[in-house]
């Protein structure tokens, strides 16, 4: 026996424990519609949520003199509207985008030329 590792070559034609073959499904333009509706329905559902907390927040205000506590609370506040906010524009830019990718493989399926069938 040797005391050296083993070679690069000969790890990485080992096969690896419980691996699947996974297969991809194809990709169709049905599948990007749901997609882009699934997520538009969770930006729309993002923005009714940080319109909500906006108005939650304004509606009550920090009944603290601290100044500390007045900052830290800014900034919580703040952060929160911000992340709800970058969430539904995510969200929204996928929905968009999704969208554009189920019209480009409508349009690529129409343009492709079809097989001509034989004769009998």
Known sequence: M????????????APLAGSTDVRAKPLTPQSC???????GTMAFGMYRMSHAIALSFAAHKIQ??????????????????????LGMGVFGVA??????????????????????????
Not at 64 to 83: C, E, K
């Open 2 to 13: 040797s005391d050296l590792p083993q070679s690069v070559e000969s790890t990485t034609q």
């Open 33 to 39: 519609a749901l997609g882009s509706v699934i997520a």
């Open 64 to 85: 603290s003199d601290n100044f500390i506590v007045q900052r830290i609370s800014a900034a919580v506040r703040t952060l929160v509207i911000g992340m709800t906010t």
């Open 95 to 120: 929905a968009i985008g999704l969208l554009a990718l189920s019209i480009q493989l409508i349009i690529q399926s129409n343009n492709q030329p079809t097989p001509k069938q034989p004769l009998l």
